[in-house]
């Protein structure tokens, strides 16, 4: 499942539904909470206005300065729905406008604490909004990355979504990074905003704005009950009854296919939806933007790639080499590599990760080939445990192996015996 839904003019379109609770028992209801970028893009009688009404939204919160709104227009009325124009930020700054040497982080975080003390009044009636429907509700902003990632932050943690996670919520705008500024450039005859950091969401901003959060005010519940002035236990349990639900207990079997040209940009955006979990995580092992398309579609024509679905969701897919030179050197072909084993995050269903590598083990076995063999940074001591628990032995180390990006990096290399 990708978290982001598929429009022609909104970008920046999520379902915050999946996330799980710290307890791991419960998640937030798929098609009850939704963020996006500027609604007021949609227009009666296209594709777009019809996939956004089968979402079944009862409730349209609009983050954005009244001014913002009645300039760059607002949502198309319609009986459906209701609409509230609830602007939470009172000094307005223009982000296009910053020079190069401004960082994202300490200045983004700076303006997100800014807008938590100075919309207090309307931060409260929007919490309340969504915590008085069981209705779908989304709420949006201009480009659904600061206002919407602010209060998409503070409705998960109140959710006791894990901070991680909440992280990660916030990064994923950087998947739709490049077409809110290509829209930009539209409305400004084709001009690149001054500041690099433009419709950019880096992990830094969030993890940095959360930590400035909890040094002003402790944590979210205590900023709800001070700074807003509303009964948190109240609120939060509210919440939680009208937005999680228990995990499911059954899944659907996977199924699996070889992965064709025409799949290579949902694999891109596999690995850097993957990258994203893992920056969120404090794990700098892949970037987003690393792996294109092409990359894809070489493997195709030198190895396989497959995917596996989960009913008809994407859960995941990897890659299957049959000569790995650059981390393992000459051999013969007695064995199947694995590269950039990937999950669906949050919405795969559990042990997903180790369902593929088995199936691709099955797949080295019908080749004919008694070994498996994989490698992971020597710097990723938990990715290492994970293999061994899957049956890997660790074999050596390859101290400077050549990737293609002309920087060597050390991983170690694991190789397992197939029955």
């Avoid at 997100?112 to 309340?128: C, P, S």
């Amino acid at each position: 499942m990708d978290r982001h839904i598929s429009f022609e003019s909104l970008h920046n379109f999520r379902d915050l539904g999946g996330y799980r609770t710290a307890d791991g028992r419960h998640r937030v209801r798929p098609g009850r909470l939704f963020r996006a970028d500027s609604l007021g893009k949609l227009n009666p009688g296209t594709p777009d206005w019809d996939r956004f009404l089968s979402l079944g939204i009862r409730t349209v919160l609009d983050l954005r300065h009244p001014w913002e709104a009645d300039r760059r227009g607002r949502v198309p009325a319609d009986d459906s729905f209701a609409y509230h124009n609830l602007s939470i930020e009172h000094r307005p700054y223009d982000q296009a406008a910053q020079t190069p040497d401004v960082a994202p982080g300490p200045y983004l975080a700076e303006r997100y604490l800014e807008v938590a003390e100075d919309g207090t009044k309307e931060i409260r009636a929007a919490l309340e909004r969504v915590a008085g429907t069981n209705d779908p509700l989304v709420f949006h902003c201009a480009s659904g990355k600061d206002l919407t990632g602010q209060l998409a932050a503070l409705i998960l943690g109140l959710l006791d979504v894990p901070e991680h996670t909440i992280i990660e919520d916030f990064s994923l705008t950087e998947l739709a990074t490049p077409a809110l500024l290509a829209d930009w450039r539209t409305r400004n005859g084709g001009r690149s905003p001054a500041w690099p950091g433009f419709a950019r969401a880096p992990e830094s901003v969030m993890r940095l704005y959360l930590q400035s959060f909890r040094a002003h005010y402790g944590s979210m519940e205590a900023y709800v009950s001070q700074a807003l002035g509303l009964d948190a236990q109240a609120l939060t349990d509210t919440l939680r009854a009208n937005l999680l639900e228990p995990l499911p207990t059954t899944w659907p079997e996977p199924a699996f296919r070889r992965a064709t040209p025409a799949d290579a940009p949902a694999l891109v955006r596999l690995r850097d939806t993957a990258a994203l979990w893992q920056l969120a995580r404090g794990i700098a092992q892949w970037l987003p933007g690393e792996k294109t398309e092409a990359h894809f579609r070489q493997v195709m024509r030198d190895g396989e790639v497959w995917l596996a679905y989960a009913g008809d969701h994407l859960a995941g897919g990897w890659e299957l080499w049959w000569t790995d030179p650059a981390a393992w050197g000459p051999r013969p072909p007695d064995a199947g590599y694995i590269h950039r084993l990937m999950t669906v995050p949050h919405t795969a269903p559990p042990g997903t990760g180790r369902v593929l590598l088995a199936e691709a083990e099955s797949r080295i076995t019908a080749e004919g080939r008694p070994y498996a063999r994989l490698d992971c940074l020597s710097t990723n001591p938990r990715l290492r445990r994970y293999y061994e628990s899957a049956g890997y032995t660790v074999v050596g180390e390859q101290p400077a192996k050549d990737g293609g990006t002309g920087s060597p990096y050390g991983v170690t290399l694991l190789e397992k015996r197939l029955a």
